[in-house]
């Protein structure tokens, strides 16, 4: 590449990660060697569950059939054997448990031992939350907690330095909360000033300030971060998920609730703790918000509008803009079986074909900074046998790298969902329209709904619609909160509603919707023991999104009907978490 050209690729990416400006038009008319100068030194990384819930044991048995897809690293958890089994630390490293380093030495050895090739990029997966541990979540405010948390810090620095592995990958997502502590969901200023505060054993009869629990997260943030140097050393790369500052503005503004945005958004606080690891990280070190936002995403130009808001706008949270501006770099996010939905026999019915599997790594690659990572829990990219569709998608990442048109359009992508007609809904675009030719006629009550967690989603199985189904020993919850706010953290699956409503007088002739303000994420509408209606699409684009329920034909005029309503979440918070209406023709 000549001088030249190579300074128009660096001008143009100055401009997207400065000022957020949309190049693709500029960066098409660039030659295939330019571009491709673009990708040539950025990473992938698998975060799967063929290795975020393998022992290494295992990798290093892999190891040969892995150097076959070229990708750049994956993500180790370790299992150290406790008591009489070995238990995975992926959400053990902020427990307050001691750690020492001879719990480790058998796994470090072995990772030592491997013959890692291409994989250069290997880190080490640290969740935040001690979700299902069973053991003691960090409480800032006790020092004795934070002492403990920053000499297992430390320990995983070195940990991860002597196994040969690059860093950590931070995983920050709350995943409900731990079951008890005053910080058991760590970021979530909501849950601890409106609840969890009474179990806080330094000062339980009223909660802390925003501010002075904002100075403390920023104070153990530049600590963490010191420990964590102080075990590996200063040139440690720390790649975050869902992501930072981005994560907590965005935690900010999905909230129609007044009482729910700004302080008391639930990873608000994440944006204090990065200030405080920006502070203290040194100059060598690599600090990557890893945009779980572009999980779906495939065209080059909503990448960089990810980036826009990862570099541009969620600065605008931090008390460090300049240091913000030097040190965070944007990573993205890719799940190849979005909503896990997966089938090699049919890839064409996959949320992503092979073909734009290939096209969402080249342009998540030029869109990066370096590192580009994928999630997945069905995708399986070294089995002992190759199925033919598989090979296909391993080929997807063998021409990633290649020279490709950034213009390039995804066209329609599968999401295995049924349509508006089948499924009676009305969502989107035509959800304005009909909403500007209907009225309200009803609030649906907010409390007073019996409710059943369903984690298996066996309740279709036993019978949770029907219209006499006894109740009567199911717990009460309201509509218009999240039912983790509500005795539920853990709870992801199915959940289910019932309430007997009374319909009041309708118009004869007209159209009659149920209009929810948002279901989190899909929802399914059984009247009278009858199913109606759905909205079941893909859940990173429809959980906060208004829709109507056509039942017309299942009500009529003044009558009483057993409402009964099935709500599916794949991950964080769930449920029928805005108001419900009956809506009718005007």
């Given at each position: 590449?000549?001088?030249?050209?190579?300074?128009?690729?660096?001008?143009?990416?100055?401009?997207?990660?400065?000022?957020?400006?949309?190049?693709s038009?500029?960066?098409?008319?660039?030659?295939?060697?330019?571009?491709?100068?673009?990708?040539?030194?950025?990473?992938?990384?698998?975060?799967?569950?063929?290795?975020?819930?393998?022992?290494?044991?295992?990798?290093?048995?892999?190891?040969?059939?892995?150097?076959?897809?070229?990708?750049?690293?994956?993500?180790?958890?370790f299992?150290?054997?406790?008591?009489?089994?070995?238990?995975?630390?992926?959400?053990?490293?902020?427990?307050?448990?001691?750690?020492?380093?001879?719990?480790?030495?058998?796994?470090?050895e072995?990772l030592?031992?491997?013959?890692?090739?291409?994989?250069?990029?290997?880190?080490?997966?640290?969740?935040?939350?001690?979700?299902?541990?069973?053991?003691?979540?960090?409480?800032?405010?006790?020092?004795?907690?934070?002492?403990?948390?920053?000499?297992?810090?430390?320990?995983?620095?070195?940990?991860?330095?002597?196994?040969?592995?690059?860093?950590?990958?931070?995983?920050?997502?709350?995943?409900?909360?731990?079951?008890?502590?005053?910080?058991?969901?760590?970021?979530?200023?909501?849950e601890?000033?409106?609840?969890d505060y009474?179990?806080?054993?330094?000062?339980?009869?009223?909660?802390?300030?925003?501010?002075?629990?904002?100075?403390?997260f920023?104070?153990?943030?530049?600590r963490w971060?010191?420990?964590?140097?102080?075990?590996?050393?200063?040139?440690?790369?720390?790649?975050?998920?869902?992501?930072?500052?981005?994560?907590?503005?965005?935690?900010i503004?999905?909230?129609?609730?007044?009482?729910?945005?700004?302080?008391?958004?639930?990873?608000?606080?994440?944006?204090?703790?990065?200030?405080?690891?920006?502070?203290?990280?040194?100059?060598?070190?690599?600090?990557?918000?890893?945009?779980?936002?572009?999980?779906?995403?495939?065209?080059?130009?909503?990448?960089?509008?990810?980036?826009?808001?990862?570099?541009?706008?969620?600065?605008?949270?931090s008390?460090?803009?300049?240091?913000?501006?030097?040190?965070v770099?944007?990573?993205?996010?890719?799940?190849?079986?979005v909503?896990?939905?997966?089938?090699?026999d049919?890839?064409?019915?996959?949320?992503?074909?092979?073909?734009?599997?290939?096209?969402?790594?080249?342009?998540?690659m030029?869109?990066?900074?370096?590192?580009?990572?994928?999630?997945?829990?069905?995708?399986?990219?070294?089995?002992?046998?190759?199925?033919p569709?598989?090979?296909?998608?391993?080929?997807?990442?063998?021409?990633?790298?290649?020279?490709?048109?950034?213009?390039?359009?995804?066209?329609?992508?599968?999401?295995?969902?049924?349509?508006?007609?089948v499924?009676?809904?009305?969502?989107?675009?035509?959800l304005?329209?009909?909403?500007a030719?209907?009225?309200?006629?009803?609030?649906?009550?907010?409390?007073g709904?019996?409710?059943?967690?369903?984690?298996?989603s066996?309740?279709v199985?036993?019978?949770?619609?029907?219209?006499?189904f006894?109740?009567?020993?199911?717990?009460?919850?309201?509509?218009?909160?999240?039912?983790?706010r509500?005795?539920?953290?853990?709870?992801?699956?199915?959940?289910?509603?019932?309430?007997?409503?009374k319909?009041?007088?309708?118009?004869?002739?007209?159209?009659?919707?149920?209009y929810?303000?948002?279901?989190?994420?899909s929802?399914?509408?059984?009247?009278?023991?009858?199913?109606?209606?759905?909205?079941?699409k893909?859940?990173?684009?429809?959980?906060?999104?208004?829709?109507?329920?056509?039942?017309?034909?299942?009500?009529?005029?003044?009558?009483?009907?057993?409402?009964?309503?099935r709500?599916?979440?794949?991950s964080?918070?769930?449920?029928?978490?805005?108001?419900?209406?009956?809506i009718?023709?005007?």
């Amino acid at each position: 590449m000549s001088k030249l050209k190579y300074m128009l690729v660096l001008t143009l990416f100055f401009a997207v990660s400065v000022f957020g400006y949309d190049v693709s038009e500029n960066l098409d008319k660039l030659t295939d060697d330019d571009v491709q100068g673009t990708v040539a030194d950025k990473k992938m990384i698998l975060a799967t569950t063929e290795f975020y819930m393998t022992p290494v044991s295992k990798i290093a048995k892999m190891i040969n059939r892995m150097q076959q897809v070229p990708f750049d690293g994956i993500t180790v958890n370790f299992f150290p054997k406790q008591g009489n089994k070995h238990t995975g630390m992926e959400h053990r490293w902020w427990a307050i448990v001691p750690l020492t380093y001879e719990m480790f030495k058998p796994e470090i050895e072995i990772l030592k031992s491997i013959k890692w090739g291409r994989y250069t990029e290997n880190l080490v997966w640290v969740g935040t939350t001690t979700v299902r541990s069973g053991h003691s979540p960090l409480n800032w405010f006790k020092e004795d907690d934070v002492k403990v948390w920053l000499k297992n810090t430390e320990l995983l620095g070195r940990v991860a330095k002597d196994a040969g592995l690059r860093g950590i990958f931070l995983d920050t997502e709350q995943y409900g909360g731990a079951d008890y502590g005053a910080w058991r969901a760590p970021f979530d200023y909501y849950e601890y000033s409106t609840c969890d505060y009474k179990a806080d054993v330094t000062q339980p009869n009223k909660p802390r300030s925003f501010a002075e629990c904002a100075k403390r997260f920023r104070e153990c943030g530049r600590r963490w971060v010191k420990a964590l140097v102080k075990g590996y050393g200063d040139d440690i790369v720390i790649l975050v998920i869902p992501g930072m500052h981005s994560e907590a503005r965005w935690s900010i503004i999905r909230f129609d609730n007044p009482a729910m945005r700004g302080h008391n958004s639930d990873y608000r606080l994440q944006a204090a703790f990065f200030d405080g690891v920006i502070e203290g990280l040194p100059k060598r070190a690599t600090l990557i918000d890893g945009c779980e936002r572009c999980y779906p995403l495939m065209e080059y130009r909503d990448f960089t509008f990810q980036r826009d808001m990862v570099l541009r706008q969620s600065v605008k949270l931090s008390s460090v803009p300049n240091l913000y501006h030097k040190r965070v770099r944007f990573g993205v996010g890719i799940w190849p079986d979005v909503n896990m939905v997966w089938n090699l026999d049919k890839p064409n019915r996959n949320h992503k074909t092979p073909l734009q599997m290939e096209h969402t790594l080249y342009n998540a690659m030029v869109a990066s900074d370096k590192y580009v990572w994928l999630w997945s829990s069905k995708v399986f990219f070294f089995p002992k046998k190759i199925p033919p569709n598989l090979e296909k998608y391993r080929d997807a990442v063998r021409n990633a790298r290649k020279p490709h048109d950034l213009q390039w359009k995804q066209g329609k992508s599968f999401t295995g969902y049924d349509s508006a007609e089948v499924a009676h809904y009305v969502d989107g675009d035509d959800l304005d329209v009909l909403l500007a030719h209907t009225r309200e006629v009803m609030k649906l009550p907010l409390a007073g709904w019996k409710f059943k967690p369903d984690p298996k989603s066996k309740g279709v199985e036993l019978g949770y619609f029907k219209k006499d189904f006894d109740d009567s020993n199911w717990k009460e919850i309201r509509i218009g909160q999240f039912w983790e706010r509500q005795g539920y953290p853990n709870l992801d699956g199915s959940g289910w509603y019932r309430k007997k409503i009374k319909f009041p007088k309708l118009p004869a002739g007209k159209k009659v919707y149920m209009y929810f303000g948002a279901v989190d994420e899909s929802a399914w509408l059984y009247i009278d023991g009858k199913l109606v209606a759905w909205h079941d699409k893909l859940p990173t684009e429809t959980w906060n999104k208004p829709f109507a329920l056509d039942i017309t034909d299942a009500v009529k005029s003044g009558g009483t009907y057993q409402i009964t309503i099935r709500v599916n979440d794949v991950s964080r918070l769930g449920g029928i978490w805005k108001p419900v209406k009956i809506i009718v023709e005007k």
